[in-house]
């Protein structure tokens, strides 16, 4: 057994390259078989860039109103208590609503070492449904 004590890990702040706006990273971490995880807090209209997962991945929405979107798909609006899954290679995006700081716990599986292929960023005109 392997506890991770709240407030043992620092937060860190989403590296820009890979996000929009203010987000925090928080609790990151890899199991023996291969999946790794975090909590993720995105500030209103904050949001990650365009990616895919080769396994795919699963979000739980902890607090907040969020968004999300599928490569071709309509934005959907999500809240606390839903869990969205995207399968793997689907080329997706998540964040805060405009109004509203959002966060999830993000649980994707490594495939050949890796959990995530990252994308362009996402455009305002892009969250905003344009």
């Known amino acids: 057994m392997d506890i991770k004590r709240s407030g043992s890990q ?4 989403g590296p820009t390259d890979y996000f929009t706006g203010s987000v925090r990273i ?3 971490f890899a199991g023996s078989g291969g999946l790794s995880g975090a909590t993720v807090t995105f500030e209103p209209g904050a949001r990650t860039a365009w ?4 396994l795919g ?6 607090s907040g109103l969020g968004r999300v979107q599928r490569d071709g798909g309509a934005i959907e609006t999500v809240r606390p208590g839903d869990i969205v899954f995207f399968a793997p290679g689907e080329r997706h995006w998540h964040g805060a609503s ?3 700081a959002m966060s999830h716990i993000a649980i994707a599986e490594m495939k050949d ?9 996402v455009s305002d005109a892009e969250y905003a449904g344009g």
Request: aromatic share 4%; with cysteine; proline share 10%.
């Open 113 to 121: 070492g890796k959990a995530v292929e990252w994308l362009e960023k």
């Open 26 to 28: 928080d609790a990151p």
């Open 51 to 54: 990616h895919t997962h080769p």
């Open 98 to 100: 405009a109004d509203c």
């Open 10 to 13: 620092p937060s860190k702040a």
């Open 57 to 62: 991945q699963t979000i739980l929405i902890v």
